[in-house]
C-alpha cells in the first residue's frame, strides 16, 4: 500500500514570498505519478501541478514548480511570488490505480 | 466538457435513510473514483471503476455503502441505514490514460450531513 506523508500542517508566507511544501511518499513501484492539488474554502480540488515518474526533469507551471527526488522518494511544491488567491490546503498525491493523498498543508498568504 | 459533475451538492438526512449520490464524469474518462473527506483531513479512497468494473474498494466501504457505475458513464453511491459518522463530503473523480494521461479531476462534492 502507498502512504504518502506531508508534514508542517500550517504555513504563512508574505505575498511575493515564497515557499516550499513538503511530501514523502512510499512504494514499491517505479512508474508512477505525483501531483499536487490545492483546495482552496471552496473545497474544489484543484490540480496544481503533476509530475511523472519516468521523468527526471522537474516539473514546473507558472509559479509552481517541483523538487522530485525518486531515490529518496520525495516531492515537494515550491510557489513562487506567493498570491492571496494560493491561500489553501495542499494535497500531496501518489497515484498508480488509484490516488493516495497525504493529510494536507495549509497554507495561508498574508497581505 | 464541463468537467465531473455531482448531485446533489448537499444533502442533510436523518439518521437511518438511505441517501444517492450521482457522479458524472468529463465524457470518455473510463475510470471513475469516489472518496470521503471530513474536514481537516485529507480525501481518503472509497472505490474506483474501470469502465462498468469495479476494481477496487477500500476497508472503510462497509457493507451499508454500495457503488455502481452501470454502463460505464455515470455512477452512483448508496449510502444505507444512514450513521452520524456517515458525515463527510463525497467526492468524485475521473481519469482516463490516453485523454487526460492519469491525472485525475474531481467533482465538487456532496456534502452529507446526518442529523
Known amino acids: 500500500a502507498q502512504t504518502v506523508t506531508q508534514s508542517q500542517p500550517e504555513m504563512s508566507v508574505q505575498e511575493a514570498e515564497t515557499v516550499t511544501l513538503s511530501c514523502t511518499y512510499d512504494t514499491s513501484e517505479n512508474n508512477y505519478y505525483l501531483f499536487w492539488y490545492k483546495q482552496p474554502p471552496s473545497r474544489q480540488m484543484i490540480l496544481v501541478i503533476r509530475?511523472?515518474?519516468?521523468?527526471?526533469q522537474n516539473a514546473t507551471e507558472n509559479r509552481f514548480s517541483v523538487n522530485f527526488q525518486k531515490a529518496a522518494k520525495s516531492f515537494s511544491l515550491k510557489i513562487s511570488d506567493s498570491q492571496l488567491g494560493d491561500t489553501a490546503m495542499y494535497f500531496c498525491a501518489f497515484v498508480d490505480n488509484r490516488l493516495a493523498f497525504g493529510k494536507g498543508n495549509q497554507v495561508v498568504v498574508i497581505p | 466538457d464541463t468537467g465531473v459533475s455531482q448531485d446533489p451538492r448537499h444533502k442533510i438526512t436523518k439518521r437511518g435513510q438511505n441517501v444517492t449520490f450521482r457522479c458524472d464524469p468529463i465524457s470518455e474518462h473510463n475510470r471513475l473514483y469516489w472518496y470521503r473527506q471530513t474536514l481537516g483531513q485529507g480525501p481518503e479512497f472509497l472505490t474506483y471503476?474501470?469502465?462498468?468494473?469495479?476494481?477496487?474498494k477500500s476497508r472503510l466501504l462497509s457493507d451499508r455503502f454500495s457503488a455502481e457505475r452501470p454502463k460505464g458513464s455515470f455512477s452512483t453511491l448508496e449510502i444505507q441505514r444512514t450513521e452520524q459518522g456517515d458525515s463527510a463530503m463525497y467526492l468524485c473523480?475521473?481519469?482516463?490514460?490516453?485523454?487526460?494521461?492519469?491525472?485525475?479531476?474531481f467533482g465538487e462534492g456532496s456534502w452529507l450531513t446526518v442529523v
Open positions: 509530475q511523472e515518474a519516468y521523468k527526471q
Open positions: 471503476f474501470q469502465n462498468e468494473a469495479q476494481l477496487e
Open positions: 473523480a475521473s481519469s482516463d490514460q490516453e485523454t487526460s494521461g492519469n491525472t485525475i479531476y
